[in-house]
Nanobody, 112 residues
Framework: QPQLVESGGGLVQPGGSLRLSCAASGFPLDQYVIGWFRQAPGKGREEVSCTGSDGGSTNYANSVKGRFTISRDNAKNTMYLQMNSLKVEDTAVYYC?????WGQGTQVTVSS
């Protein structure tokens, strides 16, 4: 059964970095759009970043531009979200998405 399994969340101080991973099984990531979303407490789910299957079109939310980078490793069938210069307002549960499947979510907490 196809699924996405996330890892890499945690607690980090403001200005720190984290890398989220999302391993796909049951389908090839390189044939699909991949995306990362997040949901902060009391707020709706918002798109953080997405990129096409060809890697040629990538979008970022204005709030994360220049700080976050989406990528994929086709050999490992895994997608990543590198998050640098983290801010308190980046605190949320982060979800990966591809081929209409969602990861289970991973908590990212930015706090001093």
């Amino acid at each position: 059964q196809p699924q996405l399994v996330e890892s890499g969340g945690g607690l980090v101080q403001p200005g720190g970095s984290l890398r989220l991973s999302c391993a796909a099984s049951g389908f090839p990531l390189d044939q699909y759009v991949i995306g990362w979303f997040r949901q902060a407490p009391g707020k709706g789910r918002e798109e953080v970043s997405c990129t096409g299957s060809d890697g040629g079109s990538t979008n970022y939310a204005n709030s994360v531009k220049g700080r976050f980078t989406i990528s994929r490793d086709n050999a490992k069938n895994t997608m990543y979200l590198q998050m640098n210069s983290l801010k308190v307002e980046d605190t949320a549960v982060y979800y990966c998405n591809s081929n209409d499947y969602w990861g289970q979510g991973t908590q990212v907490t930015v706090s001093s």
